[in-house]
């Protein structure tokens, strides 16, 4: 039992038989850490490229939010000089957050 409990602290380290044996003793599994996906996996590398938190490009987006995905999108290439992948993630996600 306490090897499943240091698996359970490090859940890199599971496999299918200790997850069997995690639901035979009514444990509930959380995963530590939950693949990103979408434009939101883009984040870690626009952070560390741009120096800036995520939340610096939804206030820039803010200030444009009354113009087209597109034109958002050559808004951030263009003021900021990011790229397109980059700069079409943070349009995505800001323009889905915002219902538009």
């Given at each position: 039992?306490?090897?499943l409990v240091t698996k359970l602290t490090h859940p890199e380290n599971l496999n299918c038989k200790d997850l069997t044996t995690v639901k035979d003793f009514n444990y509930t599994l959380t995963m530590a850490e939950k693949k990103v996906m979408g434009p939101a996996s883009y984040f870690p590398s626009i952070e560390k490229k741009y120096g800036k938190p995520i939340e610096h490009w939804m206030k820039e987006l803010k200030k444009v939010s009354k113009l087209a995905h597109m034109e958002q999108?050559?808004?951030?290439?263009?003021k900021f000089e990011m790229g397109h992948g980059h700069?079409?993630?943070?349009?995505a996600y800001f323009r889905k957050k915002q219902g538009l």
């Open positions: 039992m306490e090897e999108v050559a808004h951030l290439k263009e700069a079409n993630a943070l349009v």
